[in-house]
């Protein structure tokens, strides 16, 4: 299967170069991967570059997750980042996703400083 990168998911989700949309939407007609490191840069991107909300952030997720051609790395983990993430949206998708990626691996407690984060089970406040 392919895979794609961060400009080419942001493409999709933004939509705002037709050619480059339609590049990519040709691109992963067949099928194509998306690593959480491909995921996290996007999420961060529309949050720092296009000044999208939490809850538009928790949408994209949602359509990805949902895309007929995507298949999003651990998947599973995704969806249970994006739980957290709609519970608590001050935290930010990727400490959400970093603890949900440790659970999954077996290596909890996630040690933070970050209060908010310390909230969620599985975690250890420093």
């Given amino acids: 299967m392919r895979a794609v990168d961060t400009n080419l998911l942001v493409r999709l989700v933004v939509r705002d170069e037709a050619d480059q949309v339609n590049a ?7 099928g194509a991967w998306v690593s959480h490191l491909v995921l996290a840069e996007t999420l961060w991107v529309l949050d720092a570059v296009y000044n999208r909300s ?8 949602d359509r990805l997750l949902n895309h007929r051609e995507l298949t999003l790395q651990d998947a599973n983990v995704v969806a249970l980042a994006l ?5 608590r949206p001050s ?4 400490d959400c996703l970093v603890l949900e990626i440790a659970r999954k ?11 908010n984060l ?4 599985g975690t250890h406040r420093l």
């Fill in 54 to 61: 939490p809850a538009q952030i928790a949408r994209a997720i």
């Fill in 118 to 121: 310390a909230k969620l089970d």
């Fill in 24 to 30: 990519a939407e040709a691109f992963v007609s067949k």
């Fill in 83 to 87: 739980d957290h993430f709609r519970a």
């Fill in 91 to 94: 935290l930010g998708f990727s």
């Fill in 105 to 115: 691996a077996g290596h909890l407690p996630l040690g933070t400083f970050d209060r």
